[in-house]
C-alpha cells in the first residue's frame, strides 16, 4: 500500500490492483502471455540472436522481411483471438439459465479485444503483410516507393497490438466491443482505463493502416516494371491497389471517430455524451464510415489471392480479368455509399434506410460477378487439388452463404428483425473467415516457399483445412439459427433451454477450428523439420504465372538483379513458353538499396509509452513519448544516408548461386508437384 | 431499493427470480404472433429463396468444375487460353444485376410498408385506438409507462390481443435496443430521443422481450415477459394493478433508474404524469428544447430532437 | 539527374522544377505527399462534418454570436493569405535560381507570418475562454475546438517545418533532397491556407452573419 501510494503520482492510475486476480481465467490468461514472452526472449537470449534479430529484421526495410513480420504478427495476434473465440463459445454452452464459469464482465472484454484483435491485429496485419511481401515482386519492383514508412507502419501496429497485449496483465480492457459504441464507452459509464486501452490499441494501429495506404498506392503507380501496364498486373495487385485507396480514404474517419472519443474521455468535451448537446449518432456514422470500407479493406486482397490460385492451379488463364477489375473498382467505390445499413434500426426515414440497403445489394452484383469469374477459371482448365487451392474451393461455397444472409441484412425490415443477433455474429463471420481468413491462410500456403524457400507439408494443410472448414460450419450455422429465435449477440448467459444443443454444437465447431490452428501449428514445425525434402530453391513450385516466381526463394534482397521487361499478362507464365524465363548471366550494374534504420522501432516504441502514458494517466510518460517522436522525426529529417550499394560482384555471385541451382534442377511435371521431386523449375514442355 | 441488484451482484449471483418466469418453448422455431412479425419473416424467406438462384449454382458448380477439369481426367477440354466470353459475360452480369433489381423494388416499397413509425391498422378485433405505452430502457431493465391508464410496470409488457400497440421509445441510459422476436423488429432506444415501434399481438400468448444493445454486465439478463391477453383481461389487469400498484414518483424513479438488474416485475398504479417527458428533457438544456419534443412526439420522427 | 525528356517530364506531373532538376524518385515523393495531403483533406472533411453536425448544439450555453469575432478572424485570414504569397515567392525563387537570400528571406517572411496567424488565435482562444467558452461546455464548443485548433497544430507543425527547412537549406543549399521538401513543404503551407479559408466562411462567416 505504501509503496503504490508513493509511486502514485509517477505511474498514474496503474497499481498493482490492475492485475486480474479477480478472475482464474483471466489470470491464467495472463500468466500464459507473460510466461511466453518470457519464454520467446528467453530462448532468443540463449541462442545468442539479439544482435541478428536487431540488424536484420527489425531494423530491416527490406519489403520481404516486413511482410514476413506482419505476417507472425498477425498468427500470434490470430491464435490469442482464436483462443478467446473458444472461452467465448464454451461460456455461452455452458451459461444456459445459470451463470457459467466467466463473470460477464469478462465475457465482456473477450468479445471486445476477439473483435478488435481479429480486424485490427489479424485481418489488417495479415493483408498487410502480404501484400508487402508479394506485390512489389509481382509489378518487378526493387522494393516498395517508401521503405522506411513501411518500417514505421510495421512498429505502429505492432506497439498497438503489444498494448492489446499488455491489457491483458495491467487489466482490464474494453467492453465496449470492437465497435467501441458511445455512450457506453463514454466516461459516465466506462469509468476505467479499458476504453483508453481500445482507442490507443486502435489509433496506432489505424496510423500505421493509413500510412501503409499511401505507400501501396504510391509504390503501384510508380514503381511497375517497363511494360507493367496497369491492366497487365496480376490481380492481387489491383486488389492491394484498391484496399490502399480503401485504407486512405476510410482510415481517417476511424482516427477522427476514437480522437473525439478519446476527447469527451479525457477532457469532458461533448461530442457523443448523451448531455451537453452531444449526439452518438454522430459516432455510429464517424466509425461505419469507416467500418464498412473496412470490410473491403479486409475481404479485397484475399480476393485477389484466390483470382491468383484459381488461375495458377488450373494452369488456365484468369477468366473475365477486365470484369474482375471492374468489379473490384465498383465494390470499392460502392463501399462508401452503404455505411448506413450498419444502422436502420436509429429510427431515420424509410426512404433513406430503402437507399442504402438498396446501395448495400448493388455490392453483391460485382461480388457475384466475381465468383462466377473464378469458377469459370477452372472451366477448360486442368485443377490441382494442392492445399492453397483447397481453401479456395471452400471460400467459394461457403462465401456465398454469407452473402445470402447479407443480402437478408440489407432489407430493412428482415434487419430489424435479426440485427443485434447471433444471425449478425454468424453473417460477418460467414464473410469475413471464408473472405478475409480462408483467403490468408492460403496465401501463407502458396507463398510460403517463395518465402523461404520450401514448400510446406500437404498433409498437415489437409488436416488443418478439414478442421477449420468443418469447425466453421459447425460453429457459425446453429449462429443463424439461434438469431432468427432473437438470441441477442454479446450475450454472457443465456435464458432458453432450446437453444443449449445449437450453442452445444457451436461450442464444438470451436473447439474444431482451435484443432485447426494447432494443426496449422504442427504444419509448420513439420515442414521445417523436413526442410531438405521440400526445397524449392528454384523458385517455381506451381508453374506459377506472376514475376514473383522468376526469382529464385528466397528472393535476393534486391528482388531482380535487372528489372524485368513485361510484355503482356501472366508475364513469367509467357516468359516460360517462350524460353525467356531464366535469362542467361551477364554483366550486371550495381543495385542501390535503401540502408536499415532503428527509426521505425524508435516510433514504435515512442508510440507505445505515449499510449501507455495516455491510458493510466502518466503524464510524464505520455509527455516525453510525444516530445520523443517530434523530436525523432525532425532529427532524422538531417539524416543524409544515401543508401547501400550491392556491387555487381555480389550480384554475380548471387545470380550464378541461382543459376547453378536452376541448372542443377529437374524440370518437374504438375504429376509431382507435391512431392519431393519438385525443386521449384516447371515443367513448361506438356 | 431491495428489489434491484447491484452492479456486483449481477456479474455471478443475480437472482433469477424475475428470469424464472420467462416463457418456455417448445420447439426452436417458434412462429409470428403479429403480422408485424410475420411480415418480416415472410420478407426474409422470400428473398432468401430468391438468392437460392444465386447460390445454389456456386453450391453446385465449384465443386463440379473443380472436379470434372481435375488435372487427371485428360477427357475434358483444356484450353488455357480461353478467358472471355461475351454470353457469359452478359449473363453473369445480368443475372444478380436482375435479381437485385427485383429486391431493391421489394426493399423500397416493403422498407415503407414496415416502416416502425407507421401505423398499423388497429386490427379487426376493435375499433378501439392504439394503444399508446412509453418505453424506458435502463441499465438492466425495461420501464413501461402507459401514458392513458396511468399505469406503468417494470419488465413486463402487457397488451390487449389485436389492438394496435404504439411504442415511443426513450433511454435513460446508454443505446438500447428493444426487440420482441416474436411480434415485431427491433428499434433502439437513445437518450434525450424518442423513436417508436408500432406492433400488435393477434394471439394471446406470453412472448420474450429483450434488449440486443448491449450496456453492460447486466445485458443478458435484461429480459422481459410479453402478456398478449384479451381485451376483458387487459382491462382487469389496468384496474388491478391501478388499486393495488405501487407509486412511481421522481424519488422511486431514481432508485429504479440505478444500475442493476431487478428481481422480480413490478407494477406501479399511480405514475407522474410528465415522467416520459422528463427523461427524455433531462438530456436538453433549455426548456424550449423540452416542450418541442414533446410536441413531435405525436408528429412524427423525433430521434433527431436536436 | 539530369534526365529530362519528354516522357520523364509526363512521368513526373506535378513536380514544379526544372526538368534538369528532377530526379525519378522524386516524383515518387511528391506524388506520396499530395495523397498525404488528400488524406488530411479527408481529416478536415471529416471535422467539417462533425461540426455541421453538432453546431447548433450550444446546450444553453454561448453560440456563435456570443463568442466569434470577426475583425481578428480576418486579420487571420490576412495573415495567411500573406504568408501563402510570399511561400509562393519562395518557391519562384527556388525554381528560377534567384538566390539563396531571397529564398531564405521569404521563408522568413512566412514563418513571422505563421507565427503572427498563431499569436492572434491563442489570443483568440483566450478571449473565449474569458467568456467561459471552454470545450466542455458544449457540444457546439467541442466541434469548434476540435476543427480550429486542429488546423492551429497544423500551422505550429509547419512553422516547425520552416524552420527545420531554413537550418538544411543553409547546411546544404538547394540539392534534390531540400528542393523536394521545399516543394512538398509548400503544398502543406498552401494546404493550410485552402483550409483556414473555409473554417473563415463556414465556421466565423456563418456563425456570425
Same mark, same amino acid.
Given at each position: 500500500?505504501?509503496?503504490?501510494?508513493?509511486?502514485?503520482?509517477w505511474?498514474?492510475?496503474?497499481?498493482?490492483?490492475?492485475?486480474?486476480?479477480?478472475?482464474?481465467?483471466?489470470?491464467?490468461?495472463?500468466?500464459?502471455?507473460?510466461?511466453?514472452?518470457?519464454?520467446?526472449?528467453?530462448?532468443?537470449?540463449?541462442?545468442?540472436?539479439?544482435?541478428?534479430?536487431?540488424?536484420?529484421?527489425?531494423?530491416? =526495410?527490406?519489403?520481404?522481411?516486413?511482410?514476413?513480420?506482419?505476417?507472425?504478427?498477425?498468427?500470434v495476434?490470430?491464435?490469442?483471438?482464436?483462443?478467446?473465440?473458444?472461452?467465448?463459445?464454451?461460456?455461452?454452452?455452458?451459461?444456459v439459465?445459470?451463470?457459467?464459469?466467466i463473470s460477464?464482465?469478462?465475457?465482456?472484454?473477450?468479445?471486445?479485444?476477439?473483435?478488435?484483435?481479429?480486424?485490427?491485429?489479424m485481418?489488417?496485419?495479415?493483408?498487410?503483410?502480404?501484400?508487402? !511481401?508479394?506485390?512489389?515482386?509481382?509489378?518487378?519492383?526493387?522494393?516498395?516507393?517508401?521503405?522506411?514508412?513501411?518500417?514505421?507502419?510495421?512498429?505502429?501496429?505492432?506497439?498497438?497490438?503489444?498494448?492489446?497485449?499488455?491489457s491483458?496483465?495491467?487489466?482490464?480492457?474494453?467492453?465496449?466491443?470492437?465497435?467501441?459504441?458511445?455512450?457506453?464507452?463514454e466516461? &459516465?459509464?466506462?469509468p476505467?482505463?479499458?476504453?483508453?486501452?481500445?482507442?490507443?490499441?486502435?489509433?496506432?494501429?489505424?496510423?500505421?493502416?493509413?500510412?501503409t495506404?499511401?505507400?501501396?498506392?504510391?509504390?503501384?503507380?510508380?514503381?511497375?516494371?517497363?511494360?507493367m501496364?496497369?491492366?497487365?498486373?496480376?490481380?492481387?495487385?489491383w486488389?492491394?491497389?484498391?484496399?490502399?485507396?480503401?485504407?486512405?480514404?476510410?482510415?481517417?474517419?476511424?482516427?477522427?471517430?476514437?480522437?473525439? $472519443?478519446?476527447?469527451?474521455?479525457?477532457?469532458?468535451?461533448?461530442?457523443?455524451?448523451?448531455?451537453?448537446?452531444?449526439?452518438?449518432?454522430?459516432?455510429?456514422?464517424?466509425?461505419w464510415?469507416?467500418?464498412?470500407?473496412?470490410?473491403?479493406?479486409?475481404v479485397?486482397?484475399?480476393?485477389?489471392?484466390?483470382?491468383?490460385?484459381?488461375?495458377?492451379?488450373?494452369?488456365?488463364k484468369?477468366?473475365?480479368?477486365?470484369?474482375?477489375?471492374?468489379?473490384?473498382?465498383?465494390?470499392?467505390?460502392?463501399?462508401?455509399?452503404?455505411?448506413?445499413?450498419?444502422?436502420?434500426?436509429?429510427g431515420?426515414?424509410?426512404?433513406?434506410?430503402?437507399?442504402?440497403g438498396?446501395?448495400?445489394?448493388?455490392?453483391?452484383?460485382?461480388?457475384?460477378v466475381?465468383?462466377?469469374?473464378?469458377?469459370?477459371?477452372?472451366?477448360?482448365? &486442368?485443377?490441382?487439388?494442392?492445399?492453397?487451392?483447397?481453401?479456395?474451393?471452400?471460400f467459394? =461455397?461457403?462465401?456465398?452463404?454469407?452473402?445470402?444472409?447479407?443480402?437478408?441484412?440489407?432489407?430493412?425490415?428482415?434487419?430489424?428483425?435479426?440485427?443485434?443477433?447471433?444471425?449478425?455474429?454468424a453473417h460477418?463471420?460467414?464473410?469475413?473467415?471464408?473472405?478475409?481468413?480462408?483467403?490468408?491462410?492460403a496465401? !501463407?500456403?502458396?507463398?510460403?516457399?517463395?518465402?523461404?524457400?520450401?514448400? $510446406?507439408?500437404e498433409?498437415?494443410?489437409?488436416?488443418?483445412?478439414?478442421c477449420?472448414?468443418?469447425?466453421?460450419?459447425?460453429?457459425?450455422?446453429?449462429?443463424?439459427?439461434?438469431?432468427?429465435?432473437?438470441m441477442?449477440?454479446?450475450?454472457?448467459?443465456?435464458?432458453?433451454?432450446?437453444?443449449?444443443?445449437?450453442?452445444?454444437?457451436?461450442?464444438?465447431g470451436?473447439?474444431?477450428?482451435?484443432?485447426?490452428?494447432?494443426?496449422?501449428?504442427?504444419?509448420?514445425?513439420?515442414?521445417?523439420?523436413?526442410?531438405?525434402?521440400?526445397?524449392?530453391?528454384?523458385?517455381?513450385?506451381?508453374?506459377?504465372r506472376?514475376?514473383?516466381?522468376?526469382?529464385?526463394?528466397?528472393?535476393?534482397?534486391?528482388n531482380?538483379a535487372?528489372?524485368?521487361?513485361?510484355?503482356?499478362?501472366?508475364?513469367?507464365?509467357?516468359m516460360?513458353?517462350?524460353?525467356?524465363? !531464366? @535469362?542467361?548471366?551477364?554483366?550486371?550494374?550495381?543495385?542501390?538499396? @535503401?540502408?536499415?534504420?532503428?527509426?521505425?522501432?524508435?516510433?514504435?516504441?515512442?508510440?507505445l509509452?505515449?499510449?501507455?502514458?495516455?491510458?493510466?494517466?502518466?503524464?510524464?510518460?505520455?509527455?516525453?513519448?510525444?516530445?520523443?517522436?517530434?523530436?525523432?522525426?525532425?532529427?532524422?529529417?538531417?539524416?543524409?544516408?544515401?543508401?547501400r550499394?550491392?556491387?555487381?560482384?555480389?550480384?554475380?555471385?548471387?545470380?550464378? &548461386?541461382?543459376?547453378?541451382?536452376?541448372?542443377?534442377?529437374?524440370?518437374?511435371?504438375?504429376?509431382?508437384?507435391?512431392?519431393?521431386?519438385?525443386?521449384?523449375?516447371?515443367?513448361?514442355?506438356? | 431499493?431491495?428489489?434491484?441488484?447491484?452492479?456486483?451482484?449481477?456479474?455471478?449471483?443475480?437472482?433469477?427470480?424475475?428470469?424464472?418466469? %420467462?416463457?418456455?418453448r417448445?420447439?426452436?422455431?417458434?412462429?409470428?404472433?403479429?403480422?408485424v412479425?410475420?411480415?418480416?419473416r415472410?420478407?426474409?424467406?422470400?428473398?432468401?429463396?430468391?438468392m437460392?438462384?444465386?447460390?445454389?449454382? +456456386?453450391?453446385?458448380?465449384?465443386?463440379?468444375?473443380?472436379?470434372?477439369?481435375?488435372?487427371?481426367n485428360?477427357?475434358?477440354?483444356?484450353?488455357?487460353?480461353?478467358?472471355?466470353?461475351?454470353?457469359?459475360?452478359?449473363l453473369?452480369?445480368? +443475372?444478380?444485376?436482375?435479381?437485385?433489381?427485383?429486391?431493391?423494388?421489394?426493399?423500397?416499397t416493403?422498407?415503407?410498408?414496415?416502416?416502425?413509425?407507421?401505423?398499423?391498422?388497429?386490427?379487426?378485433?376493435?375499433?378501439?385506438?392504439p394503444?399508446?405505452?412509453?418505453?424506458?430502457?435502463?441499465?438492466?431493465?425495461?420501464?413501461?409507462?402507459?401514458?392513458?391508464?396511468?399505469?406503468?410496470?417494470?419488465?413486463?409488457?402487457?397488451?390487449?390481443?389485436?389492438?394496435?400497440?404504439?411504442?415511443?421509445?426513450?433511454?435513460?441510459?446508454?443505446?438500447?435496443?428493444l426487440?420482441?422476436?416474436?411480434?415485431?423488429?427491433?428499434?433502439?432506444? %437513445?437518450?434525450?430521443?424518442?423513436t417508436?415501434?408500432?406492433?400488435r399481438?393477434?394471439?394471446?400468448?406470453?412472448?420474450?422481450?429483450e434488449?440486443?444493445?448491449?450496456?453492460?454486465?447486466?445485458?443478458?439478463?435484461?429480459?422481459?415477459?410479453?402478456?398478449?391477453?384479451?381485451?376483458?383481461?387487459?382491462?382487469?389487469?389496468?384496474g388491478?394493478?391501478?388499486?393495488?400498484?405501487?407509486?412511481?414518483?421522481?424519488?422511486?424513479?431514481?432508485?429504479?433508474?440505478?444500475?442493476?438488474?431487478?428481481?422480480?416485475p413490478?407494477?406501479?398504479?399511480?405514475?407522474?404524469?410528465?415522467?416520459?417527458?422528463?427523461?427524455?428533457?433531462?438530456?436538453?438544456?433549455?426548456?424550449?428544447?423540452?416542450?418541442?419534443?414533446?410536441?413531435?412526439?405525436?408528429?412524427?420522427?423525433?430521434?433527431?430532437?436536436? | 539527374?539530369?534526365?529530362?525528356?519528354?516522357?520523364?517530364?509526363?512521368?513526373?506531373?506535378?513536380?514544379?522544377?526544372?526538368?534538369?532538376?528532377?530526379?525519378?524518385?522524386?516524383?515518387?515523393?511528391?506524388?506520396?505527399?499530395?495523397?498525404?495531403?488528400?488524406?488530411?483533406?479527408?481529416?478536415?472533411?471529416?471535422?467539417?462534418?462533425?461540426?455541421?453536425?453538432?453546431?447548433?448544439?450550444?446546450?444553453?450555453?454561448?453560440?456563435?454570436?456570443?463568442?466569434?469575432?470577426?475583425?481578428?478572424?480576418?486579420?487571420?485570414?490576412?495573415?495567411?493569405?500573406?504568408?501563402?504569397?510570399?511561400?509562393?515567392?519562395?518557391?519562384?525563387?527556388?525554381?528560377?535560381?534567384?538566390?539563396?537570400?531571397?529564398?531564405q528571406?521569404?521563408?522568413?517572411?512566412?514563418?513571422?507570418?505563421?507565427?503572427?496567424?498563431?499569436?492572434?488565435?491563442?489570443?483568440?482562444?483566450v478571449?473565449m475562454?474569458?467568456?467561459?467558452?471552454?470545450?466542455?461546455?458544449?457540444?457546439?464548443?467541442?466541434?469548434?475546438?476540435?476543427?480550429?485548433?486542429?488546423?492551429?497544430?497544423?500551422?505550429?507543425?509547419?512553422?516547425?517545418?520552416?524552420?527545420?527547412?531554413?537550418?538544411?537549406?543553409?547546411?546544404?543549399?538547394?540539392?534534390?533532397?531540400?528542393?523536394?521538401?521545399?516543394?512538398?513543404?509548400?503544398?502543406?503551407?498552401?494546404?493550410?491556407?485552402?483550409?483556414?479559408v473555409?473554417?473563415?466562411?463556414?465556421?466565423?462567416?456563418r456563425?456570425?452573419?
Open positions: 500500500m505504501r509503496i503504490e501510494a508513493l509511486a502514485g503520482p505511474l498514474g492510475r496503474l497499481s498493482l490492483s490492475a492485475l486480474p486476480t479477480d478472475s482464474p481465467v483471466a489470470m491464467g490468461a495472463a500468466l500464459v502471455a507473460v510466461l511466453g514472452v518470457l519464454g520467446v526472449a528467453g530462448y532468443i537470449t540463449g541462442k545468442g540472436k539479439w544482435r541478428y534479430l536487431w540488424r536484420e529484421w527489425f531494423t530491416s =526495410v527490406d519489403h520481404k522481411r516486413i511482410g514476413i513480420m506482419y505476417v507472425v504478427l498477425a498468427l495476434m490470430l491464435a490469442r483471438a482464436v483462443i478467446e473465440a473458444l472461452v467465448m463459445r464454451l461460456q455461452q454452452a455452458d451459461a439459465n445459470r451463470s457459467g464459469f460477464a464482465e469478462h465475457f465482456g472484454q473477450l468479445f471486445s479485444t476477439h473483435g478488435s484483435i481479429m480486424i485490427f491485429f485481418a489488417m496485419p495479415f493483408l498487410t503483410g502480404v501484400i508487402n !511481401y508479394v506485390m512489389p515482386l509481382q509489378i518487378g519492383a526493387r522494393d516498395v516507393s517508401f521503405p522506411v514508412l513501411n518500417s514505421i507502419s510495421l512498429m505502429l501496429t505492432a506497439a498497438g497490438a503489444a498494448l492489446v497485449m499488455i491483458l496483465v495491467l487489466a482490464p480492457f474494453s467492453t465496449g466491443g470492437w465497435s467501441g459504441y458511445a455512450p457506453f464507452t466516461l &459516465r459509464f466506462s476505467g482505463v479499458g476504453v483508453d486501452y481500445w482507442i490507443w490499441a486502435v489509433t496506432l494501429s489505424s496510423i500505421g493502416s493509413t500510412l495506404g499511401i505507400n501501396f498506392a504510391v509504390t503501384i503507380y510508380k514503381k511497375r516494371a517497363p511494360g501496364h496497369l491492366f497487365r498486373m496480376p490481380l492481387f495487385c486488389t492491394a491497389l484498391c484496399t490502399s485507396i480503401l485504407m486512405i480514404f476510410a482510415m481517417p474517419a476511424l482516427t477522427v471517430a476514437t480522437a473525439l $472519443l478519446a476527447l469527451d474521455r479525457y477532457l469532458g468535451m461533448h461530442f457523443f455524451t448523451s448531455g451537453g448537446g452531444g449526439n452518438m449518432m454522430v459516432y455510429a456514422n464517424l466509425f464510415l469507416f467500418g464498412h470500407p473496412e470490410v473491403y479493406i479486409v479485397l486482397p484475399s480476393f485477389g489471392v484466390f483470382s491468383e490460385l484459381f488461375s495458377t492451379f488450373s494452369a488456365k484468369l477468366y473475365g480479368y477486365t470484369s474482375l477489375v471492374l468489379a473490384t473498382m465498383t465494390i470499392a467505390v460502392l463501399s462508401f455509399t452503404v455505411w448506413l445499413h450498419h444502422f436502420f434500426t436509429m431515420q426515414s424509410a426512404n433513406i434506410n430503402a437507399a442504402f438498396i446501395a448495400t445489394m448493388l455490392i453483391g452484383i460485382p461480388t457475384g466475381k465468383v462466377y469469374d473464378w469458377i469459370l477459371t477452372m472451366f477448360r482448365g &486442368r485443377v490441382r487439388f494442392t492445399t492453397p487451392l483447397l481453401w479456395g474451393l471452400a467459394l =461455397v461457403t462465401f456465398v452463404i454469407g452473402g445470402l444472409s447479407g443480402i437478408l441484412l440489407a432489407i430493412p425490415p428482415v434487419d430489424f428483425l435479426v440485427h443485434n443477433t447471433t444471425f449478425l455474429v460477418f463471420h460467414n464473410m469475413l473467415i471464408p473472405g478475409t481468413l480462408f483467403g490468408m491462410i496465401a !501463407y500456403q502458396f507463398w510460403f516457399p517463395k518465402a523461404f524457400g520450401f514448400r $510446406l507439408e498433409r498437415w494443410g489437409r488436416v488443418a483445412f478439414g477449420w472448414v468443418i469447425g466453421f460450419y459447425l460453429a457459425f450455422m446453429p449462429l443463424y439459427v439461434l438469431g432468427l429465435e432473437g441477442p449477440r454479446r450475450s454472457a448467459e443465456v435464458f432458453d433451454e432450446a437453444f443449449r444443443p445449437w450453442l452445444l454444437v457451436a461450442a464444438g470451436a473447439v474444431l477450428i482451435v484443432l485447426g490452428m494447432a494443426a496449422l501449428a504442427m504444419q509448420l514445425a513439420m515442414s521445417i523439420r523436413h526442410r531438405d525434402r521440400n526445397r524449392v530453391r528454384a523458385g517455381d513450385p506451381w508453374d506459377g506472376s514475376l514473383e516466381w522468376s526469382t529464385s526463394s528466397p528472393p535476393p534482397e534486391y531482380f535487372k528489372l524485368p521487361a513485361v510484355q503482356g499478362r501472366d508475364a513469367f507464365w509467357t516460360k513458353r517462350s524460353g525467356r524465363a !531464366y @535469362p542467361p548471366l551477364e554483366r550486371y550494374a550495381p543495385i542501390m538499396l @535503401p540502408e536499415n534504420s532503428a527509426i521505425g522501432p524508435l516510433l514504435g516504441a515512442l508510440g509509452a505515449t499510449a501507455f502514458g495516455l491510458v493510466w494517466r502518466i503524464g510524464w510518460m505520455a509527455g516525453l513519448g510525444t516530445a520523443g517522436v517530434l523530436v525523432a522525426v525532425i532529427g532524422w529529417s538531417f539524416v543524409r544516408r544515401p543508401g550499394t550491392v556491387d555487381e560482384r555480389q550480384v554475380e555471385r548471387t545470380e550464378t &548461386r541461382w543459376h547453378a541451382v536452376l541448372v542443377a534442377a529437374v524440370p518437374v511435371s504438375r504429376e509431382h508437384e507435391c512431392d519431393p521431386r519438385n525443386r521449384g523449375l516447371a515443367d513448361v514442355a506438356a | 431499493m431491495q428489489h434491484t441488484a447491484t452492479e456486483g451482484h449481477a456479474k455471478r449471483s443475480a437472482s433469477r427470480v424475475g428470469l424464472a418466469a %420467462m416463457p418456455a417448445a420447439a426452436i422455431f417458434a412462429v409470428a404472433a403479429g403480422p412479425a410475420a411480415a418480416e415472410q420478407l426474409l424467406v422470400q428473398a432468401a429463396v430468391l437460392l438462384f444465386v447460390v445454389v449454382p +456456386v453450391i453446385v458448380l465449384t465443386p463440379w468444375v473443380a472436379w470434372r477439369f481435375r488435372r487427371r485428360r477427357r475434358s477440354a483444356y484450353r488455357p487460353g480461353w478467358d472471355f466470353s461475351r454470353v457469359l459475360e452478359v453473369i452480369w445480368g +443475372v444478380p444485376a436482375l435479381l437485385v433489381a427485383f429486391l431493391a423494388v421489394r426493399v423500397w416493403q422498407s415503407r410498408a414496415l416502416d416502425p413509425y407507421r401505423a398499423i391498422d388497429a386490427g379487426q378485433a376493435s375499433a378501439a385506438a394503444l399508446d405505452v412509453q418505453v424506458v430502457g435502463l441499465d438492466w431493465k425495461w420501464l413501461f409507462i402507459y401514458p392513458d391508464q396511468h399505469i406503468a410496470t417494470l419488465n413486463t409488457l402487457v397488451l390487449p390481443v389485436g389492438r394496435a400497440v404504439h411504442l415511443h421509445l426513450t433511454s435513460d441510459t446508454v443505446m438500447e435496443s426487440l420482441v422476436p416474436r411480434l415485431a423488429g427491433q428499434i433502439y432506444a %437513445m437518450p434525450g430521443m424518442i417508436q415501434l408500432w406492433l399481438a393477434d394471439r394471446p400468448g406470453d412472448f420474450v422481450g434488449n440486443t444493445q448491449y450496456n453492460g454486465s447486466g445485458f443478458a439478463q435484461q429480459k422481459f415477459v410479453v402478456h398478449a391477453v384479451d381485451a376483458g383481461d387487459f382491462n382487469r389487469w389496468i388491478k394493478v391501478r388499486a393495488d400498484g405501487d407509486v412511481l414518483d421522481a424519488r422511486r424513479y431514481r432508485e429504479l433508474a440505478r444500475r442493476g438488474v431487478p428481481a422480480a413490478e407494477r406501479f398504479g399511480q405514475v407522474d404524469a410528465d415522467l416520459f417527458g422528463r427523461i427524455v428533457a433531462k438530456y436538453h438544456a433549455s426548456a424550449q428544447v423540452r416542450a418541442s419534443t414533446m410536441a413531435s412526439r405525436a408528429t412524427g420522427r423525433t430521434n433527431d430532437a436536436h | 539527374m539530369s534526365a529530362g525528356s519528354a516522357s520523364e517530364r509526363r512521368r513526373h506531373p506535378g513536380l514544379n522544377l526544372h526538368e534538369s532538376d528532377a530526379h525519378p524518385s522524386d516524383g515518387e515523393v511528391v506524388f506520396g505527399f499530395w495523397v498525404f495531403m488528400m488524406i488530411d483533406a479527408v481529416l478536415f472533411a471529416l471535422l467539417f462534418a462533425v461540426y455541421a453536425s453538432l453546431g447548433a448544439n450550444t446546450a444553453g450555453g454561448p453560440g456563435p454570436h456570443e463568442v466569434f469575432e470577426l475583425r481578428p478572424a480576418a486579420m487571420e485570414t490576412l495573415l495567411l493569405l500573406l504568408s501563402s504569397f510570399t511561400f509562393g515567392i519562395a518557391s519562384l525563387a527556388m525554381k528560377y535560381q534567384r538566390g539563396m537570400a531571397l529564398l528571406g521569404m521563408l522568413a517572411l512566412t514563418l513571422l507570418l505563421g507565427l503572427g496567424f498563431l499569436g492572434l488565435e491563442v489570443h483568440d482562444f478571449g475562454a474569458d467568456k467561459g467558452a471552454l470545450p466542455q461546455v458544449s457540444a457546439f464548443l467541442s466541434a469548434f475546438y476540435a476543427l480550429v485548433p486542429t488546423h492551429f497544430l497544423h500551422v505550429s507543425l509547419g512553422c516547425v517545418w520552416i524552420v527545420v527547412m531554413m537550418v538544411q537549406l543553409r547546411m546544404s543549399g538547394l540539392d534534390r533532397i531540400t528542393r523536394t521538401r521545399l516543394l512538398r513543404l509548400g503544398l502543406f503551407w498552401h494546404f493550410l491556407d485552402i483550409v483556414w473555409m473554417i473563415f466562411s463556414f465556421v466565423f462567416l456563425g456570425l452573419l
